[in-house]
């Protein structure tokens, strides 16, 4: 259900970060409205009047999700929170995000204010070519200057999986009532670059882990055995290389038995290691191999 318009929750600020960082340099000092520190939920405890960084509330709104900081950086770059949902739903157009709608800077539940994971995936290819917010969305705590009262202020990371799932790499997680838990993940991993997004979870990071573990694992089994062959996917085949169907890719990962002959005294698949192999196979790739989950 890649295309399903969702709430989406506070991976909102994957567009945030997008259309602060395009719009405003990281040195810039932000005053602190009473609006921006008034917003509540998820927040780092921003004071009226206080001046900070455009840099310092990206940290907060990436790694802290501050909902305050993200206020704060809209009404800096866009006047208001009307104006800055402007800016976001035209850098969404500019990307041709075709079921993404944006209402405010957050992600808190409101009317109209959607996306869809195929939208986020695309959210999280342009964030990570910003080499600030790839370097925040795989922060796991940042300390800020204490409030005006002396309170100290720290930003750990919402993302459970950093440091706990190898190659983790962020990027944003989210939730509300109406979205559910939301999380964008990135892992990196010999060379490979994996974006994986779950919407309306019960469990964002098991259910992260699980859809990571499967897209790796399909990636490298394609890489290995298909990519010789497919040329109709993005040029990866060598030149001249035969353009294979659906079912066609589907078939070529079944490696059939040997036929007798000189080269074969046996049935490799009656064997020992053949038995293995299949086993492992078909629990791997279920769907294709026709074997259980």
Same mark, same amino acid.
Do not use: C
């Given at each position: 259900?890649?295309?399903?318009?969702?709430?989406?929750?506070?991976?909102?600020?994957?567009?945030?970060?997008?259309?602060?960082?395009? =719009?405003?340099e990281?040195?810039?000092?932000?005053?602190?409205?009473?609006?921006?520190?008034?917003?509540?939920?998820?927040?780092?405890?921003?004071?009226?009047?206080?001046?900070?960084?455009?840099?310092?509330?990206?940290?907060?709104?990436?790694?802290?999700?501050?909902?305050?900081?993200?206020?704060?950086?809209?009404?800096h770059?866009?006047?208001?929170?009307?104006?800055?949902?402007?800016?976001? =739903?035209?850098?969404?157009?500019? $990307?041709?995000?075709?079921?993404? %709608? @944006?209402?405010?800077?957050?992600?808190?539940?409101?009317?109209?204010?959607?996306?869809?994971?195929?939208?986020?995936?695309?959210?999280?290819?342009?964030?990570?070519?910003?080499?600030?917010?790839?370097?925040?969305?795989?922060?796991?705590?940042? !300390?800020?200057?204490?409030?005006?009262?002396?309170?100290?202020?720290?930003? =750990?990371?919402?993302?459970?999986? /950093?440091?706990?799932?190898?190659?983790?790499?962020? /990027?944003?997680?989210?939730?509300?009532?109406?979205?559910?838990?939301?999380?964008?993940?990135?892992?990196?991993?010999?060379?490979?670059?994996?974006?994986?997004?779950?919407?309306?979870?019960?469990?964002? @990071?098991?259910?992260?882990?699980?859809?990571?573990?499967?897209?790796?694992?399909?990636?490298?089994l394609?890489?290995? @055995? $298909?990519?010789? /062959?497919?040329?109709?996917?993005?040029?990866?085949?060598?030149?001249?290389?035969?353009?294979l169907?659906?079912?066609?890719?589907?078939?070529? $990962?079944?490696?059939?038995?040997?036929?007798d002959? %000189?080269?074969?005294v046996?049935? @490799?698949?009656?064997? #020992? /290691? #053949?038995?293995?192999?299949e086993?492992?196979?078909?629990?791997?790739m279920?769907?294709? !191999?026709?074997?259980?989950?």
């Amino acid at each position: 259900d890649a295309e399903v318009e969702r709430p989406m929750a506070s991976v909102t600020k994957i567009m945030t970060a997008i259309v602060v960082v395009e =719009n405003a340099e990281l040195d810039e000092l932000v005053r602190i409205s009473a609006s921006a520190a008034a917003t509540g939920e998820a927040e780092i405890g921003l004071v009226r009047g206080e001046r900070w960084s455009v840099a310092d509330l990206l940290a907060a709104v990436m790694v802290r999700s501050g909902n305050d900081a993200a206020v704060a950086l809209a009404e800096h770059v866009g006047g208001s929170v009307e104006g800055f949902a402007e800016l976001m =739903n035209a850098k969404a157009s500019e $990307l041709g995000l075709e079921h993404s %709608q @944006f209402v405010n800077p957050h992600g808190l539940d409101i009317e109209g204010h959607y996306t869809s994971a195929a939208d986020l995936v695309t959210m999280a290819e342009v964030a990570l070519q910003d080499p600030y917010l790839a370097r925040l969305a795989r922060t796991s705590r940042i !300390t800020f200057r204490p409030d005006p009262s002396g309170v100290s202020r720290v930003a =750990n990371n919402t993302n459970r999986l /950093l440091g706990i799932y190898p190659g983790i790499a962020g /990027l944003k997680t989210g939730f509300t009532n109406d979205a559910g838990r939301v999380l964008v993940s990135v892992l990196e991993r010999k060379g490979q670059t994996l974006i994986g997004v779950v919407m309306g979870s019960e469990d964002h @990071f098991d259910d992260s882990r699980r859809l990571l573990d499967y897209g790796y694992e399909f990636l490298n089994l394609k890489g290995r @055995f $298909l990519a010789p /062959l497919v040329e109709e996917e993005g040029g990866a085949g060598t030149p001249g290389a035969p353009s294979l169907s659906r079912l066609d890719r589907l078939a070529a $990962l079944v490696a059939p038995s040997l036929p007798d002959g %000189q080269w074969s005294v046996g049935d @490799f698949r009656d064997s #020992g /290691l #053949g038995r293995s192999i299949e086993t492992w196979f078909r629990s791997t790739m279920p769907v294709v !191999t026709g074997g259980t989950p």
